[in-house]
């Protein structure tokens, strides 16, 4: 699969090989040179989250950003408009707050669509890079409920939003699944209620789809073994007609992920015998796998992209490949741009789907090739003493762009070392 993953990692200077080449010559005053093919460079991913009313999107989005917001476990790190940062951060600081049991943040409005940006960057020596944006939507529950929304324009603009997305995250309420465990019949009703309701907007969809079960932390009594766990949840959803459909018809050509993730982790939270799930006095929050379903993005749309060629196809893309990496940089620009062209470079662009906002065929092609020295364990060229300065910042954001890609690449692959039933489809 790591073959696609490349797709991503170079030349998004490409669709600016003019502003590329007139950097190298500004050396007073203006950008740094090769900075504006840079900038071009940067892809937009577009992804939708959708869960009914009191699902947890909220309090995931939260954890979501506090685990990401530092390059402490990976290179890369989130950045957002100040504005977000301060909703985040504030929903966070909430609901880590113990003191008081039962208060959590709010979910959305009905009328309340959220829209984050949230820029991807790492750093090499004293230069921040950004990498690329992950745009999420997350739409308010009583959307996909009311009968009201779904005849007004909103309703169709959230099938607008479903069809033009780059990954789907589906959000299923781990509360719901523990108060059917515990033998509450409403707990089956609402359980089936979701899937009902999500799996419509979901089976249609060309772009992968992340089934995310949330307040993980409510089942650790299920089983000793974190993953027999999750096989008796996968279990569980499956005895629904239709989420056992979609899985079946996406097995072959898409990928379909089921993530568990508490946004507060093991021992904050307990239910008490009304019901309602409330904090544990002195706890403190430790999220779990809340960084797998954005870090999945990326590589899981190269991936099914991957998935969608036939052999012959992949080992022309293969081939071109290899001879890539020995290329200067400026050669690797105007071959990409050629293969854009060609059979192969044309299926391989189908096969992503509705294309990155902003990105040209040529800027995919030559992160594609750029990124194969990731699986084949090859080392690309490295400028030669004569390069310029334009050529040597450019090497530099390919080199850090690649580390952030594979260390992406690694959130999901270590869910699924751990937790192999968190795979659904695409093998």
């Known amino acids: 699969m790591d073959i696609l993953l490349g797709i991503f990692l170079t030349a998004g200077i490409v669709a600016t090989l003019t502003a590329f080449l007139g950097s190298r010559r500004r050396r007073n005053g203006g950008s740094p040179p090769g900075e504006a093919g840079i900038r071009a460079a940067v892809p937009i991913f577009r992804v939708v989250a959708l869960g009914l009313?009191?699902?947890?999107?909220?309090?995931?989005?939260?954890?979501?950003?506090?685990?990401?917001?530092?390059?402490?476990r990976q290179s890369y790190y989130l950045s957002a408009a100040e504005g977000d940062v301060a909703r985040l951060t504030g929903w966070f600081a909430q609901m880590a707050d113990t003191t008081r049991a039962d208060q959590w943040p709010r979910?959305?409005?009905?009328?309340?669509?959220?829209?984050?940006s949230f820029g991807v960057k790492a750093r090499a020596g004293d230069t921040v890079h950004e990498v690329l944006r992950l745009d999420l939507l997350e739409y308010a529950g009583e959307l996909l409920t009311d009968a009201a929304e779904a005849e007004s324009g909103r309703h169709t603009e959230l099938f607008d939003q479903v069809r033009s997305a780059h990954a789907l995250l589906g959000i299923i309420d781990g509360g719901r699944i523990r108060q059917h465990l515990d033998g509450d019949p409403q707990g089956w009703t609402e359980l089936h209620r979701t899937l009902n309701i999500l799996v419509p907007h979901l089976i249609g969809a060309s772009c992968p789809v992340s089934f995310v079960v949330t307040k993980w932390d409510l089942l650790s009594h299920l089983h000793e073994d974190e993953n027999t766990r999750l096989a008796l949840v996968r279990d569980?959803?499956?005895?629904?007609?239709?989420?056992?459909?979609?899985?079946?018809?996406?097995?072959?050509r898409r990928v379909v992920r089921l993530i568990p993730v508490s946004a507060v982790g093991p021992g904050f939270a307990s239910v008490d015998t009304s019901g309602h799930v409330v904090k544990i006095r002195?706890?403190?929050?430790?999220?779990?796998?809340?960084?797998?379903?954005?870090?999945?993005?990326?590589?899981?749309?190269?991936?099914?992209?991957?998935?969608?060629?036939?052999?012959?196809?992949?080992?022309?893309?293969?081939?071109?490949?290899?001879?890539?990496?020995?290329?200067?940089?400026?050669?690797?620009?105007?071959?990409?741009?050629?293969?854009?062209?060609?059979?192969?470079?044309?299926?391989l662009l189908y096969a992503l789907g509705p294309p990155p906002a902003a990105v040209a065929g040529d800027v995919l092609m030559g992160m594609f090739f750029e990124s194969r020295a990731l699986t084949a364990g090859q080392e690309q060229a490295i400028p030669g003493p004569h390069a310029g300065e334009a050529e040597r910042r450019v090497d530099e954001f390919v080199h850090v762009r690649r580390q952030v890609l594979q260390d992406m690449r690694a959130k999901p692959a270590m869910l699924e070392g751990r937790l192999p039933s968190s795979r659904l489809s695409g093998s």
């Not at 979910?107 to 984050?116: A, D, L, V, Y």
């Not at 569980?236 to 072959?252: A, I, K, Q, Y």
């Open 282 to 347: 002195s706890a403190q929050a430790r999220p779990a796998y809340v960084d797998v379903p954005l870090s999945a993005v990326v590589p899981d749309l190269f991936d099914q992209a991957e998935m969608g060629l036939d052999a012959t196809l992949r080992a022309a893309l293969d081939e071109e490949a290899r001879r890539h990496l020995w290329r200067t940089p400026l050669e690797r620009l105007r071959s990409a741009a050629m293969l854009t062209f060609q059979t192969s470079g044309r299926a």
């Open 236 to 252: 569980l959803l499956m005895s629904n007609e239709h989420f056992r459909t979609l899985v079946r018809l996406h097995s072959d």
């Open 107 to 116: 979910g959305t409005f009905t009328s309340e669509t959220r829209h984050f």
């Open 53 to 72: 009313p009191g699902s947890g999107k909220t309090l995931l989005l939260a954890s979501m950003f506090n685990e990401l917001q530092t390059p402490s």
